[in-house]
């Protein structure tokens, strides 16, 4: 074997490391992002629950009828217990003054 054909077969070789670890990379990478954008979603669901909640809250609601409110959206089953208990998003939140 010549000098010239260990040399491709060396950089070959190397290509096809680099290639797996950049590849390996851009794996991890993509489940770094995915994990991320599951929490970023958990975190604006949360968000928006304890906006409707806060609501209706304001309009004069108990956290019983919020619950039953709530209960009726599609999936409103569980929502409560990943995004926080009526009564803890409530506790010591005054009502706002009445809209116009």
């Keep these: 074997m010549e000098a010239n054909d260990i040399a491709t077969a060396a950089l070959a070789l190397i290509a096809v490391v680099v290639s797996a670890v950049a ?9 770094l992002q995915a ?3 599951f929490k970023f979603d958990g975190a604006m ?6 906006e ?8 004069g ?7 039953r409110i709530m ?4 999936g409103g089953e569980g929502y409560e217990e990943g995004n926080g208990r009526i009564e803890d998003v409530l506790r010591e939140v005054p009502r706002s003054p009445k809209r116009d």
């Design 61 to 67: 609601l108990s956290p019983h009828q919020i619950r």
């Design 45 to 50: 669901s949360a968000i928006a629950w304890r």
């Design 52 to 59: 409707q909640v806060l609501d209706l809250h304001d309009r």
């Design 23 to 31: 590849a390996r990379q851009a794996r991890a990478a993509a489940r």
């Design 71 to 74: 209960l009726l959206e599609d």
């Design 35 to 37: 994990n991320q954008q």
